[in-house]
Antibody
């Protein structure tokens, strides 16, 4: 059973960089034809796709966030990571990592989510 | 980007009854539509993909239909564990987008 777990600071100051890591267990991040993905969900709102990475390092980002986002992968640690720079209060949300099982955008395994608050 | 609109925002239904949730896309997404269930404090759970294919382990009381711009999720006989928020998501065009959700509550 594949499991994903987000980790990282729960509080980030405005203008700084939000950094999160997703650790994958129960299987190798390099096996299969999967994309590894980040989402976020502000309180009481819907889900926003942030971007994704393939284990080759190929990435795709949401155009609305592209200028501020970097997603990377470390296959030796079975992890992938999110960096979002120049954060503001609008970036406060629960951040989820997930597996795209189809490469098309169907997400079968999710982490439990981690709340990141942007505040001074 | 494609805008997904769900209706109603809140649906009140009694246990054992049928629930019908709607999702509309701002342009055709073919059958590239998924449904997710989310309970408070939990991650979304994949229910349906390809508009009508149940994901692994999803009970048969959940069914999806539609294509193009109009889609429906039907829960045939509501169980207590089905009361949650439901999201539709299109994956026909990038960026993928979600609806704002329908909250299914106990009547």
């Amino acid at each position: 059973q594949v499991q994903l777990q987000e980790s990282g600071p729960g509080l980030v100051k405005p203008s700084q960089t939000l950094s999160l890591t997703c650790t994958v267990s129960g299987g190798s991040i390099s096996s299969g034809n999967y994309y590894w993905t980040w989402f976020r969900q502000p309180a009481g709102k819907g889900l926003e796709w942030i971007g994704r990475i393939y284990t080759s390092g190929s990435t795709n980002y949401n155009p609305s966030l592209k200028s501020r986002v970097t997603i990377s992968v470390d296959t030796s640690k079975n992890q992938f990571s999110l960096k979002l720079n120049s954060v503001t209060a609008a970036d406060t949300a629960v951040y989820y990592c997930a597996r795209d099982c189809s490469s098309q955008g169907i997400f079968d395994y999710w982490g439990q989510g981690t709340l990141v608050t942007v505040s001074s | 980007e494609i805008v997904m609109t769900q209706s109603p925002a809140t649906l009140s239904v009694s246990p054992g009854e049928r629930a019908t949730l709607s999702c509309r896309a701002s342009q055709s997404v073919s059958s590239n539509l998924a449904w997710y269930q989310q309970k408070p404090g939990q991650a979304p759970r994949l229910l349906i993909y390809g508009a009508s294919t149940r994901a692994t382990g999803i009970p048969a009381r959940f069914s999806g239909s539609g294509s193009g711009t109009e889609f429906t999720l039907t829960i045939s006989s509501l169980q207590s564990e089905d009361f949650a928020v439901y999201y539709c998501q299109q994956y026909n065009n990038w960026p993928i987008t979600f609806g704002q959700g329908t909250r299914l509550e106990i009547k």
